[in-house]
């Protein structure tokens, strides 16, 4: 797990993943949303918990380019960051 993305001193409510189910053909692209968004927070390790994938899984590196290229689209340069951070991670 990136420790880039996990803010130990956060206080309040845990951020929470509204995730498909397991065999659902959307959970890979939801999951990919959720660790995205948890970085965004800076609580990677409750989306890895939540989703059962670690930071930089390869298989949902299809979807993270395509969270990118949203991201570009749209001008949101953190978005970007994270995301790109995602597909350099070691696999």
Known sequence: ???AFVNE???G????FFLPDRDD???DEAAAWALIEGA???DSYS???ATGYEWGEPRLRPYVERIRAIAIERGNE???EIAE???RAPT
């Open 1 to 3: 797990m990136s420790r």
């Open 9 to 11: 001193d956060a206080e």
């Open 13 to 16: 409510p845990k951020p929470r």
């Open 25 to 27: 053909p959307g959970y």
């Open 40 to 42: 965004e927070v800076g």
């Open 47 to 49: 989306a890895q918990l």
């Open 78 to 80: 953190r978005l970007q």
């Open 85 to 87: 951070r995602f597909l």
